[in-house]
């Protein structure tokens, strides 16, 4: 099994600046292993083998994920466990069948079982799902999710469904890591056209200035910006990195907008914070040095980074007087004027530079994040905590709630379909419920 991995990571490592940053995650290692095995190709190598994107072919990779089972086990009409789980060693290669139908039942929420029919072996119908561990019934576990990626705190829920807050919290805690995955498994392969990065301020436990002069050491309390990149033509959040407003946050961010696109790089747009040029070039650029001049002379070792011939940056710079904005001007730092101007004319939705669009969502994420709303004693105590919430909101946003911006003409031209943006992004085919998106199964659970 070692030298399996071994081999995995590399033959699907992208490139060897992934490799000087982080190893792939496991995730990311099953969603490549699965598209390899489809294909029977690698889009990462460099032997002159073509790509192939999954873009625009949802249908086929849904159907790629319903073939290894990882479907859901009470989100679909067939089971995740009676496709694809094995047994342990003495009957390993038996797979249970599609016939089998749960033993029993367990606890009060009446838990299906399935049985082995070899190994007489029990397996729970919750288990590799975001309800493992949870002693709710289904229907108020999917009640306390929804009430929290609306807005509502958790005294709230718990109010509103009789529940405690430690429940609620739980409950929150194990939907916002399950959410995190099936975003890891399914975003992938993205075609990106613009982006746009902007951050957002919030705070956990206490706002920069109480904080003593020891708890200022401490990274994971006092403001903490959401460092955000938003894709407008498919109303995507490509990467939300909650952390300290520095360099190293902002990179994390284009790290993870490049992971995620298919080696097409959009055009960015920014406001003028200057280490968002900075983490564009580290990500997208090339390292170079300068030549010595002349024969004579020690050598030079300077170098730095310059950007690559794709690579198209924007920024919009505000004027304020008295905390009111006066004037809006924007400047191109990278790329030539008619590469953008062409960009914008093709988009269907950017008439010019502009950061409006992430703006737009950071003010959805404030109205539907109770962790996020000003004022409020709904604020985060724990950084955890802090995180757990907006992957469930953000994984509620992509998958669940249909987008009103996106929705499309029927093939009658008489009816509106409605449509999420995992679907414009062609990851997902339908809309999905509160259901079928926490028992996404999660194959290392």
Same mark, same amino acid.
């Given at each position: 099994m070692e030298e399996y991995h071994n081999q995995s990571r590399e033959i699907f490592a992208p490139c060897s600046r992934q490799l000087f940053f982080e190893p792939p995650s496991p995730a990311q290692q099953l969603y490549e292993t699965l598209r390899w095995? +489809? *294909?029977? +190709?690698?889009?990462?190598?460099? !032997?002159?083998?073509?790509i192939v994107h999954l873009n625009g072919q949802a249908e086929t990779l849904m159907e790629h994920f319903r073939h290894q089972g990882m479907t859901g086990l009470l989100g679909f009409n067939k089971s995740f466990i009676a496709r694809r789980l094995t047994c342990k060693s003495r009957c390993s290669r038996t797979k249970l069948t599609e016939t089998n139908t749960p033993s029993s039942l367990y606890g009060k929420s009446k838990v299906p079982l399935f049985r082995c029919i070899r190994c007489n072996e029990r397996y729970s119908a919750r288990r590799a799902t975001a309800l493992w561990g949870i002693r709710l019934c289904d229907e108020d576990y999917f009640r306390v999710t929804k009430s929290l990626a609306e807005g509502n705190g958790i005294r709230t829920t718990s109010r509103i469904l009789d529940l405690d807050k430690d429940t609620v919290q739980r409950c929150a805690l194990s939907a916002g890591e399950h959410c995190r995955f099936v975003e890891s498994v399914l975003m992938h392969h993205l075609h990106l056209e613009e982006c746009q990065l902007d951050e957002m301020w919030s705070f956990v436990f206490k706002k920069q200035g109480h904080l003593s002069a020891f708890e200022q050491l401490m990274d994971d309390i006092g403001d903490i910006w959401l460092h955000v990149a938003f894709e407008p033509r498919l109303k995507l959040f490509l990467a939300v990195v909650p952390a300290k407003r520095n360099l190293e946050s902002i990179r994390k961010v284009t790290r993870t907008v490049h992971l995620k696109s298919d080696g097409h790089t959009p055009l960015f747009t920014g406001d003028e914070y200057s280490g968002n040029l900075d983490a564009l070039l580290w990500e997208y650029g090339q390292l170079a040095r300068d030549d010595r001049q002349g024969l004579v002379g020690p050598p030079i070792r300077s170098s730095y980074m310059v950007p690559t011939s794709g690579l198209n940056f924007a920024v919009v710079n505000k004027t304020r007087e008295n905390g009111r904005i006066q004037s809006v001007k924007s400047e191109i730092v990278l790329g030539s004027k008619r590469k953008i101007k062409k960009i914008l004319d093709d988009s269907p939705c950017s008439r010019n530079i502009n950061i409006s669009f992430v703006e737009r969502s950071n003010l959805h994420q404030r109205l539907n994040n109770r962790r996020l709303t000003r004022k409020t004693l709904g604020f985060s105590k724990k950084l955890a905590m802090h995180e757990a919430q907006i992957w469930l909101c953000r994984g509620y946003y992509h998958y669940v709630r249909p987008h009103s911006s996106l929705k499309?003409?029927?093939?009658?031209?008489? !009816?509106? *379909?409605? +449509? *999420?943006?995992?679907?414009?992004?062609?990851? *997902?085919? !339908?809309?999905?419920?509160?259901?079928e998106l926490l028992t996404f199964p999660n194959c290392y659970n």
């Open positions: 095995l +489809r *294909t029977g +190709r690698d889009d990462c190598s460099e !032997h002159g083998l073509e499309v003409r029927s093939d009658d031209k008489a !009816h509106w *379909t409605q +449509r *999420t943006p995992a679907m414009a992004a062609g990851v *997902t085919n !339908h809309v999905w419920s509160m259901k």
